[in-house]
């Protein structure tokens, strides 16, 4: 999908679904990216790219699976809010859900750091530009936390 620039040129949309998996504690996941990919270093909620004729809803589903895992029902999936970002050659979109619920354990399989962070320190930690404004949502609903 492309959507049409400023300057009336195309801008391919890239749509991404995030979660912030909320523990018991009020602490929200965050992963690191690992070494070797596009914004290294850097903190994120996991999730992932929708692929063509995929729901985000089971997109996420299937991310958490991969990336950490875990079995999450979509009945346990809350949508938040939403971040878009213009990158230099696309557009992101990024739904975020909230998620408290989940079989398993959290465990990075890609090789990822994982924190499991108050929402009033997730600024502490480095995040792409797409995530930094999904801060302020997480913090309403569930709080800065203590410490």
Do not use: N
């Not at 620039?5 to 009020?26: M, Q, S, T, Y």
């Not at 992963?31 to 790219?49: D, H, N, T, V």
């Not at 949508?79 to 050659?89: D, G, Q, R």
């Amino acid at each position: 999908m492309a959507i049409t620039g400023r300057e009336g040129g195309r801008v391919k949309l890239v749509l991404v679904a995030a979660a912030a998996l909320i523990d018991a504690d009020g602490r929200v996941l965050i992963a690191e990216r690992p070494a070797g990919k596009q914004l290294a270093g850097l903190w994120e909620f996991p999730g992932g790219k929708v692929e063509p004729g995929e729901r985000p809803e089971d997109c996420l589903i299937r991310e958490l699976a991969e990336e950490l895992g875990i079995t999450v029902k979509e009945a346990c999936l809350a949508p938040l809010t939403f971040a878009s970002h213009t990158y230099e050659t696309f557009q992101l979109l990024m739904p975020l859900w909230i998620c408290r619920r989940w079989e398993g354990l959290v465990q990075g399989r890609e090789g990822q750091r994982l924190a499991w962070v108050r929402p009033g320190k997730l600024r502490d930690y480095p995040m792409p530009p797409a995530d930094e404004p999904l801060i302020p949502a997480l913090i309403d609903i569930v709080g800065a936390g203590r410490d």
